[in-house]
């Protein structure tokens, strides 16, 4: 009897736990169910009821051939050479030259409808980047499609970027390149064995899509980090842009491609040479501000705005004096393309874009600036009889899309290096000394 009553309680038991089991089961079904139905729901009602559209092309777009601005007006503009560089911050040869170059980019087949021409696309482009407008402007004004001036715009952009990167930032620089670069900044700017300014700015952008904190910056706004170096004739020679605004200037440029090439000397810098008749072989440098840790390859200011010695203080001007061209190339781009006067209104990827566009234009024009009207004389810094005059970009840029980051630098450095901006100090001061050093403002 006891073996019989086990073994129905064991059964008992058993059943018990299958329909325990097979309950959970119905109960985990339904919740799946209600979640999904749910999830049904919340995506129906997000989704925006499809209206058909009334319009193959709108009659307002039809009438482009006879209205647009690029055939009604700007063959006329391009007769008037002031015009034509006011709209489009180049000459009408200069377009011809640029189209000859990004052309077949951005050049479109007839399949259906008409294609928008290859010289009205790089025209909208030119005209976004020179004054920012918004595109529903540039949409009027040439009769084109929003979402088509968008894409317009963006592939024409990347073409840009395509075509000229190579001609106008060549990469890798030889020696005889880094020499000659060194040469123009000691005829111009009086640093000698100096192969570039180096700087970082915020470029301001709309907050990305669940991107966190990582672009969120001190100014309290998302921004990216162009970094740059130039050399004395405001080209830019290497680039870096994209990086997250919350980020240091220092920690960009040790992490980017080109500041690890330059900490494993793998960007064909001449040796060091003699900097004085009887002193020892000096490296040839960048110069940038605070910002920067101070190495062998990249030379800082003294620490302190207070209390340094005439030395020092004579030192920190003449870097200064030098590294002013690196302020200066950004200054130009910012009045010249007013599009960074402001917030840009894009994707991270397509704001990186239109920077890359905007650098390679500048660069080429700045090339091709044989009459020197791609740069207004009063833009720039200039020397004057108490030293330098600033240029009028100053009061541009403190009004733009491009902003300073606050001094995140450290004061590690080697023993070398600091040895190094010692004996480029005691230079400054002795075989190296201008008369005007001590009479600055």
Known sequence: MADEYDYQLWIYQCQKIIRQAQIKKKIRRKRIICALLCNEIVIQRSKKKYTPKKFWIHPLFKLRREHGFFEAVFPTLSSYSEKIENYIRMTAVQFEQLLYLVGPKISKQKVIREPISAPARLAMTLRFLATGDCMSSISY??????????????????ALWSCLKEKVLPYPLNEADWLKISIEFEKQWQFPHCIGAIDGKHIHIQCPDNAGSSYYNYKNSHSIVLMAICDANYLFTFIDVGAYGR??????????????????????????????????????????????????????????????????????????????????????????????????????????????????????LRKHDEDDIYIPPNLVDQEGPNGIIPGSWRHEVNFSALKDRPVQGNNFSSRSAIAVRDDFCEYFNAEGAVPWQYSRN
Not at 267 to 278: E, S, Y
Not at 329 to 337: A, K, R, Y
Request: glycine content about 6%.
């Open 247 to 364: 980020r240091s200037d220092g920690g960009i440029f040790r992490d980017s491609a080109m500041g690890r090439k330059f900490r494993n000397n793998e960007m064909n810098i001449p040796k060091p040479d003699l900097l004085t008749v009887d002193g020892l072989p000096q490296p040839y440098v960048l110069v940038g501000d605070e910002a920067f840790q101070l190495t062998n390859y990249l030379l800082r200011p003294y620490p302190g705005r207070s209390g340094l010695n005439m030395e020092r203080s004579i030192y920190n001007y003449r870097l200064s004096r030098a590294r002013r061209t690196i302020e200066n190339s950004f200054g130009i781009i910012v009045s010249l393309w007013r599009i960074l006067k402001k917030p840009i209104d894009a994707t991270v990827e397509n704001t990186i874009s239109i920077i890359q566009a905007i650098i390679c234009l500048h660069n080429w």
């Open 141 to 158: 004004q040439y009769l084109v499609g929003l979402t088509t001036t968008a894409n317009i715009i963006t592939e024409t952009c990347e």
